[in-house]
Each structure stands twice: as structure tokens, then as C-alpha cells.
């Protein structure tokens, strides 16, 4: 089992937030049993902690998730904190099973979307896999490859673009419910 996990860190301690900053609407956030929940008005929760002083550029990231009937999220990665809002700057992996917005779980927001039918189940955790390596993105849900996309050279979308940051989890809106455990990284070179 040990050289499984070997170079993953663990971002989340399962006990509190230690090593992460809501913005705007902070009770969005909580942990019960070992696990993160995310269920408020809209907020964002960024990674601030230790591990590669909260700054990645090439990373695998793994995390358990669960989403509840009509629940709306998202993985940022290559973020920043921001107060309030949407974050502006980095890519958005997708988190919605069941809720009416057509781009599922697994998609690249508004890049490379799964639409209309999730790989995954309300109520079950499925396991949550980002890699990026340079302009390279690869996201599997349960395994299975949802995107394989390079960031073109000419890329202009000054919002969405590949460079570093930290990761956030987002809290959509006062009907979502999802849960997070075993969030993990291992930075690569």
C-alpha cells in the first residue's frame, strides 16, 4: 500500500480546514465524519495549506466525491483566492450529477464538457483523477478518460489558461449538497 501513495500528499486532514480559505460566504464549508461538505450560498473554498506552499503547475489530484440529487461543483485548478465571485483565473473540472446545468461531471468547464449524461451517480462516490503536465489535461472519473485535452498554443482565453496556482472547490448555490474526502496531490516535475 505505501508505494501506492508514494509522492501523494494529503490537502484536506479530515478533522477541520486547516490549510484552506472560503471566500465570500465561509458556512458553505464543513467537515463531519472525516468528510468535507459543501452545502450554502455560493463560495469558493482555496488550498492556502503547506503542501508546495499551495502553488502547482504539473500535478496528479485524486479526491472521493458524492454529490446529492441536483448538486453543482467544481475542482479549480491553476486558481487563485479571490473574495468573491467566480474564480478568474484557472480551469473548472466539473462537479454535477443531476443538477439542470447540461455540463456534467468530468468536463472541462466550458472547454471540453461532458453534456447531458454524468459518469457518475447521486448519492455514490466516485473517484475524481486530474493530471496536467504542461498544457496537457487529463481527467477520469471511476478510471475512465471524460478529457484528454492540450491547451493550444494560440489559446486566447485570458481566464482559462495554464500557468500555476492553487486548487479550490466551489460551493454553487443553496441547493447543492457535495461531499469531499481524500483529497490528494502529488506534484510532478
Known amino acids: 500500500m505505501g508505494s501506492k501513495l ?13 490549510g484552506w480559505k472560503a471566500s465570500e460566504n465561509e458556512g458553505t464549508f464543513s467537515v463531519k465524519d472525516g468528510i468535507l461538505v ?3 450560498e455560493r463560495s469558493h473554498l482555496f488550498y492556502v495549506g503547506p503542501v508546495n506552499d499551495a502553488s502547482f503547475k504539473n500535478f496528479e489530484f485524486k479526491a472521493q466525491v458524492m454529490t446529492m440529487d441536483k448538486a ?10 479571490k473574495e468573491t465571485g467566480w474564480p478568474s483565473k484557472g ?8 443538477h439542470r446545468d447540461p455540463k456534467k461531471t468530468g468536463g472541462l468547464y466550458g ?3 461532458v453534456n447531458d449524461i454524468a459518469p457518475s451517480k447521486n448519492e455514490e462516490w466516485f473517484d475524481y483523477y486530474i493530471k496536467v503536465v504542461d498544457k496537457h489535461i487529463v481527467i477520469k472519473i471511476n478510471g475512465e478518460t471524460t478529457v484528454d485535452w492540450t491547451e ?11 500557468s500555476e496556482g492553487t486548487f479550490a472547490l466551489q460551493g454553487h448555490d ?3 449538497v457535495v461531499h469531499y474526502k481524500n483529497i490528494m ?3 510532478l516535475p
Open 6 to 18: 508514494r509522492g501523494w500528499k494529503s490537502l484536506f486532514n479530515g478533522e477541520n480546514l486547516d
Open 72 to 81: 453543482n461543483s467544481g475542482i479549480y485548478f491553476h486558481t487563485e483566492y
Open 174 to 176: 443553496p441547493g447543492s
Open 111 to 113: 472547454v471540453v464538457d
Open 38 to 40: 459543501v452545502h450554502g
Open 152 to 162: 493550444p498554443d494560440d489559446w486566447e482565453r485570458e481566464d482559462r489558461k495554464i
Open 91 to 98: 480551469y473548472e473540472c466539473q462537479v454535477n450529477t443531476t
Open 185 to 187: 496531490v502529488k506534484p
